[in-house]
Nanobody
Framework: QVQLVESGGGLVQPGGSLRLSCAAS?????????VNWFRQAPGKQRELVAT???????EYQDSVAGRFTISRDNARNALYLQMNNLKPEDTAVYYC?????????WGRGTQVTVSS
């Protein structure tokens, strides 16, 4: 059974940084998957934050572009999100996702709270 497990969330002050990790297990050919970070804030819909395609293209939501960096390590079946200059509006549960039709795998999420 494929599992995605996020880690690295926590409480950080505005302007601070966090690095989220996502470890994928029992997944075949992780390198061909499109991998994504989503987030969901209280009372809001889940939204796409960043994408890393299998051929190295990265895309970001406008609100995080220039502050967040998505990366992957296919040898380790891992996905990362470096988050810098965090803002209170970045507070949310962050989820990693691996998609290759028809497979669509999700982690359980990690809480990120940005507050002074």
């Amino acid at each position: 059974q494929v599992q995605l497990v996020e880690s690295g969330g926590g409480l950080v002050q505005p302007g601070g940084s966090l690095r989220l990790s996502c470890a994928a297990s029992n997944i075949d050919k992780f390198s061909v998957y499109r991998v994504n970070w989503f987030r969901q804030a209280p009372g809001k819909q889940r939204e796409l934050v960043a994408t890393h395609t299998n051929n190295g293209i990265t895309e970001y939501q406008d609100s995080v572009a220039g502050r967040f960096t998505i990366s992957r390590d296919n040898a380790r079946n891992a996905l990362y999100l470096q988050m810098n200059n965090l803002k209170p509006e970045d507070t949310a549960v962050y989820y990693c996702n691996a998609f290759l039709y028809p497979n669509d795998y999700w982690g359980r999420g990690t809480q990120v709270t940005v507050s002074s």
